[in-house]
């Protein structure tokens, strides 16, 4: 019998390969098998975890929540806004915070997701991040009393992050602070 601790250890390291596979060579090359080649098990371990490719890349985008998730509580923990955690640019090079680098490796493996093909109609990719998309929408939401702010402040943390994911050159920082200042209405 497979013990539950077993279990989501082969499915991280799944998730690990999908991940490393989409960031090294993108979704074309991204199969069953090529997955369980690199995770490091047999195709049937991959199918008894993921039923799909489609339940994979899910999988992939829903574990993306769940690190978001995890650096929100630490961000929050630390006296920061959900509307600070939501605005703040993403520094891949920092190497002494483990959850950001985790969660924007997630972030590029699962913005590759989107350059191929589904198995289903039904997709389960679209989904799993629409529904990390509104986790994230409901904290701002919760915090925040204006709607339109609410979705002004999401909109400028989206544009900040994929500006980050790009590898365009950030914001020049004293200004950026006036942008996060206004928006908060400091």
Known sequence: MTNTRDASGTRDRILDALETLLLDKGMSQVTLES???????????????????????????????????????????QGKSVTEWYLQAPHPDNETD??????????????????????????EVDRALTEVMATWKAGLDKEIRDPVQAEIVQLVGDGVYLRALLGMPPVEPELYR???DRLLGD
């Open 35 to 77: 997955v369980a080649k690199a995770a490091g098990v047999s195709k049937g371990g991959l199918l008894y975890h993921f039923k799909s490719k489609d339940a994979l890349l899910a999988g992939l985008v829903r574990r993306l929540g769940e690190r978001a998730e995890q650096q929100l509580k630490s961000a929050v923990d």
């Open 178 to 180: 006036k942008v996060v």
């Open 98 to 123: 483990a959850l950001e680098i985790a969660l924007y490796r997630s972030m590029l493996a699962a913005m590759r997701t989107v350059d191929g093909p589904h198995d289903t109609d039904e997709d």
